[in-house]
């Protein structure tokens, strides 16, 4: 499912530029054939280079068990569990960066600056949301928060979802380095963050840091489409409603993609803040 | 009996370095003594404390005939719980320096940084139980007075003097507010006995908050108050700077907790002012850690970070008393004093496997360092363990306090009262891009100094470092990972001590066992930690069926790397300096390298401690030229002199 | 006999003008002698009654304040040869204007003191506050070493006359403990000056400001 | 047997010049000492107390003092044996007899019931301790000399006209004039307010420039600077003792007048403003001996002080007697070692003293902390309880200032401390031939035992006393 997110957005971008474009599974094909490959390594790494991957991937799989999909509440749902939701990241984020340092390569240790420094933004920006959602579900669990709870939570804070949202996305948008804020599919390294870190990952670690992508990709874009598509009916239906959501989300990030720009690496600090501008400003609403 | 135990683990800790005195100046027989007498002290007291919180303590009170003073000890909760991290990390320590301080390397300093490494470890220990204010002020005073003399071990050397200076007149600033404060407790209850502090109000309330915020803030290093902090945790020996970094200045939080338990009722802006008080030093702090390319005062600038935590998850419990919510209490509270151990843990780990980078490489300088995970990959793990637990991340112990702190301030934002909340809801927020600088600082720095390759041949002479320097690392890494994976061991301990904090809520059956999801986290942080190790049998099976190739770092196709092209320190933080540049005022020097044949610079940028150095500094400077100014009503004329009798007559004769 | 104590005391204030007034030492020095003399007589006027106590109080008083101590001084000043005092530090007229200020504050200070009936009108006090405040102005004014010796002598001469208020209470060994201390004291003042005129070769006190912040 | 412990110390005045060798001679000195010592427990065990009119006598208050100077001057002379053979090229006969004759005036002036007696004993000390200051005969030592003695001389001056008017406020009250202690207690609520008043500011003015009161202690650097360090321990232990006991004493007839509101406001403000000069001077202090003069003035400012506050303060300000003198024995014996072995007082000269002399250094540190009022050494309960008593009497503004210049003093005498403690000492240094031998350690650890003791322990007959003394002076047995 998440590779087939990634081969939506494909399929879109195709769309806009006026090309067929690669089928839709052509990512799952892709991560397939690196994990037949053979793995090669820097003399100068260490067992932290070959961690990296692992724990992304680890991570990322631990954080999806916690997200509900529709109204189905997640697999693992306790009081607080969306501190943990947010943590897991940073741990995946942690030993990528570690692993990205090992190298020693210039291009990899800035792709990793970058990518800490922005994270620095967004974590605040997720918080801000999280509490709205907490003051509006009146629950510390992401199943409760995002679950059947939702309608009500329109009904009573329907403007601040709406500026939560749009930060959610902005979040999203930068956690999984697309663009505005990354360009995944450039070939110039001073412009990359994500892509940039893992240049010396080859073969089974690259498929596994695709997939751990996709992953990542996937869970954020299940809590903002279940904030933005509060559907509460029988729980086939929401599954139904969830997975086009998904589908449509997919579609929005393509037509982002190749509608805008990259921006300048100075400027993207002052859109997230903008995002936790958003989010805040979506608290100040429900205090009210 | 329990107390007796942990008094006599005192006095034998502060009895282990005077042997030493007498024996031989390069013999080993000295620090032998001293690690020797440590550890039983070490253990006398962790008996104690854990037959304390086993079993209860109805305290010891013997006559001590000092003016006001009464030989009070009392092992509650709340002290029990100091008392084992103290004997913990100090006994752990004293083997440390075993071989990190080797009396044959430093004949000149070994004993009397034992000696007194010895007395502040006894006047901690006894400031700990003190229930009289005078003991207090005893053991508050021996641990200073003995942690300026380790600190100042290289009085050789100025800047250490210098460090040690500022370290002494900080601390006693702090010790005549505590005169102030107890003044004021004594004159408003009557009594010396804490016990016995019978409800205070009005303005001598506020007075008591505000000194013990001055003073206790002081010795913890609250933003504004850490200027002492810095340079003291760099100069002195990494033993002494885990025991100052782990414990000492938890001595200004157990100060704050004891004084907030004789309030049952705070007004509600005590909670909210500790509070803030925690965000700024969280946030500064760590901003100012990342400017740093030094690495201990980078781990001290964690401290003053990990000090506002533990602030705001006070702050949380206050809030929590004055709305008699038990959940609140207990949450903020027990997230506050387990954190208190988990920083004692993971930050002793840190200054230990950094002390002993220093000791094989013999620099302090990130970007002096690199590669050293080949060296010395024990260490290496050591560090990247306790960086792990410092960022807070799964599944260490720093994740569990964290989460106590992050769940009171969500139980904040649930609460109806919408003026209130929005303390806890700007609170959640705040811990979060505290987590996440925290996480950027410590990428840098595990990646600067033991990744990639070496900056300079510094590193050429490095080993691993000596048993006696990586068991004790072990061990508290070996502790970092046990609560983070078994929580709940240790949750009926915070329970009692927040039984004592705030007795009048102890009916309301608010317990970290049921408040927290405990099982939870144990479960998914073992499952992670099992997954991980399967994974990485995965991997280890797979590389041996088809072992990898070997290859240089893609580079891009440059023709000559060299190890000076890797991202250094100050460069990977450039941006997130940038981005505080408002508060750390950092002296960026960005050559201007256009032109075909650009001359040869660097980028090099330096983040000195605002605080001190532009506000104390010029500040003092002013002064001492104000004093002498005045100097001259001093010049030597024997008129003069008789004038002076002859007008204050005068005066006298006027005003009667 | 009693009634020769008003006029007498008037010339204790009339030498104490003198002193402010004048600028050469042995001029100075002769004046606190007659000032030594004239006490001696004044106890002999304030005691209604001759007793041998008295008397010998006069003599060594007469002796101590009058003869020894002013032989001491002048010895010292030829032997530093010295004939006058430099222009003290706010000269000679302010001087003397602050010390006729000082005259009429004190009148007006005894004023406010209730006085025991025997003394009611009479000058002793005021006289005492007078004399007392002279000792100060020449000691806080003079350059000369000696001359802040003199100042002294005056200021004890200025205390003198408020012990004469109360001859009766004050037992006969302590008004002679008090006259020896004095004498031991301007004494060893004497010894001093003689190793500062060694040390510095000269008396004036602008060479002992050495020790200072 | 009060009269034994003054002439005892005379005798040997005497003895000091019969004797010939120069080596011999300070052998006097501790045996001198130790009898005094000896005769002083043994009166104070058989508790003599004062007969109707006793020119000598006992009470609650000089009690305590006598005690105090018989120790401190005892672990003097014993230092006192040990430097003096340190230096065999100087003269010693003059001085030896001089301490003699200081410790006999100065037991005088503290057991003298009588006023003028009292006057005559505290003069006899100003001018017995000149030879003391002048005992390394160099210009700056004669300077010094000539400033205490003639600002002394003043003061003292000044203290004879306060009890002439003492005494006329007794002739006015109209009593039998006798000018005893316990007479002017007894009488005091006839005296004459306005006399009175008069009295106590001449008095204190007077005896508070023995005591060196800022701003009448302009002669204490100097002569503290410049004298040998054990004088500077006696000065600053004992002569300031004995004054400050003859201030209590007026404060006391003062109590008993039911007229003592004025005198505790003088009390504050000058004790506050003592303290504020010290910091002041304190700050930035190149010399370490003037330093330690400057401290002494500070704790003169905190002992008024003390007795300005009241109530609690006055044990307070007793406890704080006994401390501060012992601690400044420490402190002005150490500093002298310290001087012997660097050849100098400025602190640019001197440096690392802990590693040039371990045991003297250390006691310098130790005997700063103590004296700067950390816990558990002795100054730090006595300073305590007076601040205890500023707070608990609602003086809070006191209190504020009262910390505030503990803590400026800190800063500037740690700076000053630190630098001569620590570092690398200089070659000169490690060349001179001075060594700590017992006779110049000894007496200093003995002092901060003391101190250490009173901190962790204080004798319950002790406190008993002090109690009794505070009791005495307030009127309130």
Redesign the interface.
Known sequence: MPLFLLGIIGKTKAAFAGRVGPPLLQPTFDVIKLLRKGLIFSRTTTWVFRAGPIVSLVTALFAATLIPLGTHAAPISFEGDLVLFAYLFGLGRFFTVAAALDTGSAFEGMGGAREVTFSCLTEPALFFALIVLTRLSGSLSLSMMIGPGMGQAWHFGGASLVLVAASLFIVLLTETCRIPIDDPTTHLELTMIHEVMVLDHGGPALGIIHYAAALKLFVLGAVLVRIAVPYTGSPWASWGVFALGMMALAVLIGIVESTMARLRMAQVPILLLAACLLSAFGIVLVAR | MNEWLVMTGAFLAAASGVPGLWTDRRGTRGERIFAALMVVASLCGLTGAALAVARGSHGLDLAWPVPGGRFAIRLDGIAALFVIQIFAIAGLGAIYGLGYWKQSEHPRDGRKLRLFYGLMTAGMALLVCARNTMLFMAGWEIMAAAAFLTVSTQDEQKSVRDVGYVYMAATRLATLCLFALFAVLFASTGTFDFAAARPITGGAATAILLLSIVAFGLKAGLMPMHVWLPGAHASAPSHVSALMSGVLIKMGIYGFVRTFSFFPHPPLWWGQLVLLLGVASGVLGVAFAIGQHDFKRLLAYHSVENIGIICMGLGVALIGRTLGSGALVALGLGGALLHTWNHGLFKGLLFLSAGSVLHSTGTREIDELGGLSKRMPWTALAFLVGAVAICGLPPLNGFVSELFVYLGLFETARLPQSDLWLTGALGAPALALIGALALACFVKAFGAMFLGEPRSHRTDASHEASPWLLGPMAILALLCAFIGLLPWLVTPVLDSAVATWAPELASSHARLTTLAPLSWVSFLAVSLAMLLAFAALMVRRHLHQRPAEQAGTWDCGYVAPGPTMQYSSSSFAQTLVGIFSWALRPKVHNPDTRGFFPHKDAYTSHVDDVVLDSVLIPAAEFGSRAAKRMKWLQRGSMQAYLLYILLTLIVLFLWR | MHNLVGPLLVVVLLLNFFLLGTSRLQGVINASAMQGVLLGVLTLCVHEGLNVWIGLITLVTVLVKGVLIPGMLLRAIRDAAIRREIEPFIGFLPCLLFGALGTGASLIFARTLPLAKEHVGSLLVPAAMATVWTGFLVLTTRRKAINQVVGYLVLENGIYIMGLTLLHAMPFMVEMGVLLDLFVGIFVMGIILNHIRREFSSLDTAHLSALKE | MLVLTILLPLLFGGLAFAFRSNLKRPWLLPVGGALHLLATCLILLGQAFPREGAWLGLDPLNKVVLGFLSVLFFLCSVYARGYLVGRPQQPNRIFIAALFAFLGMLTLAVEAQ?L??M??AV??C??SS?PLL?FNQN??S??????Y???G???I??A??GS??L??S???G?MS?S?FFPDLVREAPHL?H??L??AF??L??GYG?KMGLA??H??K??AY??APGLVGALLAGGLTTAAFLAVLRFFQICTAAHDVA?AR??MVTIGLFSMAVAA??M??QRDYK?MLAYSSVEHMGILVLGIGLGGLGV??SL?HLVNNGLTKGVLFLAAANIHRAFGSKRVEDVS?AI?RLPVTGALFLAGF?AI?G???FGP??SE??I??A???GGRFWV??LF?IM??VV???M??TV?AVV???PSEKAVASGYKDTAFTVGPIVAFLAIVLLL??????PL?QALHQAAGFIEGTP
């Open positions: 009588h003028g007696l006057w005559v003069e006899a100003t001018l000149a002048y210009p700056r004669l300077e010094a000399t000539w400033k003695l003639l600002i001389s003043v003061g001056a000044l004879l006209l002439y008017f005494a006329y007794a002739l006015h109209g004039t000018l004459s306005p006399w008043r008069a500011i001449l204190f003015v420039t701003p009448m302009t002669w650097p100097d600077g410049e004025f406001g003088m002041v001077f700050v930035r003037r044990f307070g406890l690392g590693r902390f700067t950390s816990p558990p730090f309960f305590f309880t601040l205890r500023a707070v608990v209190a504020g910390l503990l803590f800190f800063v500037g740690s700076a630190f620590q570092g690398e901190g962790v322990y204080v004798p319950p406190s």
